[in-house]
């Protein structure tokens, strides 16, 4: 089970310089495993809209979440509190601590390009790690 962080989305979507190593890994799993956190699936639509590719978000939504099996998680309110307590511990600013809070709330393993998690207990794995 894996919380997909947005970069890792975003890297495929952008044809960037690890797009292949995300889109070998999204083919490979089963997306029944995947989740993404509402504070990671707002950024896309922001980037994508951005860049005047709102038919990859339509598509993305569309593949993902409503024909697909990605599963939208969120924290609570009282939840806040875990997030302040990571950044504080683990120095994360308050979207990796939200992410981290969300992946220790639901036991979830990270997957990002971001090195900030690997300063915590649970660190990440990249997609070309998992197997």
């Known amino acids: 089970m894996y919380l997909i962080d947005t970069n890792i989305w ?10 292949e190593e995300v889109g070998n890994f999204l083919d490979r799993m089963p997306p029944e495993g995947f989740f993404i956190t509402d504070f990671a699936f707002h950024p896309i639509g922001v980037v994508l809209s951005k860049l005047n590719r709102k038919d990859a978000l339509l598509r993305f939504v569309q593949d993902a979440f409503l024909e697909g099996a990605v599963s939208l998680i ?3 309110p009282e939840d806040i509190h875990v997030v302040v307590r990571m950044m504080e511990e ?12 969300a992946a220790e709330k639901y036991n979830l393993t990270t997957v990002s390009f ?4 690997d300063r915590t207990p649970r660190g990440r794995k990249t997609p070309a790690e998992i197997k």
């Not at 975003?10 to 797009?19: K, S, T």
């Not at 971001?114 to 998690?117: C, E, L």
């Open 74 to 76: 969120h924290l609570e």
């Open 90 to 101: 683990f120095s994360l600013d308050f979207d990796d601590a939200y992410q981290y809070s």
């Open 114 to 117: 971001d090195s900030d998690f």
């Open 10 to 19: 975003l890297e495929r979507f952008l044809d960037q310089a690890r797009a």
